[in-house]
């Protein structure tokens, strides 16, 4: 669980590179950014987000918004990065664990939540990148592509484990066999996302709603988090017994006595993150 947000001092950005990282308040803003390549991954690009991401749990943000520059969101992996060569080809499985599993892996660990905002297309490991975060915007214009049956792949950065979970067998292998474009309208409508709207509106709401979750009680969103992944592994009697767990540690946090005082005295609450 996080406690009190790291004084500012300590919130160092990221203003040039395949990675931003800005900050707005206890928010923290990371954007993709290659636009002239749809964003798409190059190793130089893992590592620039593994970097921002130090900072962030370093500044003590209480809240991460994901999203893309240009007109894409994320095109997953940059196939000029990659060798061909018959005899040293990449290794995709050596990529994949080295990469991708880890900054899955880390988004769903963070314990703050994470909005990723799509801007436009996500595709392959860009889809499935958004989809590891704990809210997903999208702007009307955006898409979600499983694109990796097209050149002979498997759904990879969890695709195989968030989509069947969001929107069901059918759905899901639908998308993953026919590599078909999903609209964000149609991705709201199945529940694959949380809410499709018009481009413009997009990086006003995403802030507004990244602002609202950092003013929360932190550590209860950590603990909501921690229990809805759980909860997809472990069983009715298991899961009542980590509800009950989290919440006799919650129920001691200065969050908790805050939340209850401002309840009582009609007046809105001031939390800190402890």
Known sequence: MQDAPTSSGSRSGIDSGPILLAWHGDVAAITLNRPDKLNSFTREMHGALREALDRVEAGGARALLLTGAGRGFCAGQDLADLDFTPGSMTDLGQLIDTH???????????????????????????????????????????????????????????????????????????????????????????????????????????????????????????????????SATQGLDAQLDMERDLQRELGASHDYAEGVNAFLQKRPARFSGR
């Open 100 to 230: 991708f599993n880890p900054l899955i892996r880390r988004l769903q660990a963070l314990p703050l939540p994470v909005i990723a905002a799509v801007n436009g297309t996500a595709a392959g490991a860009g889809a499935n990148l958004a989809l590891a975060c704990d809210i997903v915007l999208a702007a009307r214009s955006a898409s979600f592509i499983q694109a990796f049956v097209r050149i002979g792949l498997v759904p990879d950065s969890g695709g195989t484990w968030f989509l069947p979970k969001r929107i069901g067998m059918a759905r899901a292998m639908g998308l993953a066999m026919t590599g078909e474009k999903l609209s964000a309208d149609e991705a709201e409508q199945w529940g694959l996302i949380w809410e499709a709207m018009d481009d413009p509106l997009l990086p006003e709401q995403a802030m507004a709603l990244a602002t609202q979750l950092a003013a929360q009680p932190t550590r209860a969103l950590a603990a909501i988090k921690h229990a809805m992944h759980a």
